[in-house]
């Protein structure tokens, strides 16, 4: 069987590191560019890296703590890892277009 609350970790990392290259890149342009939009998308950024920061810390504290905790957290993991995966594809189509 997958571990989904793995993968779905993994796949958080890896929207965090998505996330480093996109707001790195806005805020070289917001220094160029000073706008409400530029603003706006780091804001954005931030916000969504934050999101993944909770999810690894949610997973942590889930698996580290209590074992009824981990089996609750196994009944919905494949939802938050579906959630992660879409949410890496549209940050990798975000950095491809950002970076160009």
């Known amino acids: 069987m ?3 609350m793995l993968a779905a970790v993994i796949a958080a990392f890896l929207n965090i590191g998505l996330l480093l ?3 790195a890149t806005y805020v070289q342009n917001m220094r160029v560019i000073r706008s409400y939009y530029t603003s706006g998308l780091v804001l954005v950024a931030i916000l969504l890296m934050i999101q993944n920061i909770v999810i690894v ?4 504290t889930l698996y580290m703590d209590d074992k ?3 089996m609750s957290a196994d009944m919905v993991a494949h939802y938050l ?3 992660n995966v879409i949410q890496t594809v549209g940050l990798s189509v975000l950095v491809a277009i ?3």
């Open 57 to 60: 810390i949610f997973w942590f």
């Open 2 to 4: 997958v571990d989904f």
């Open 21 to 23: 290259v996109t707001i």
């Open 81 to 83: 890892f579906a959630i």
């Open 68 to 70: 009824a905790l981990m």
């Open 98 to 100: 950002t970076r160009r």
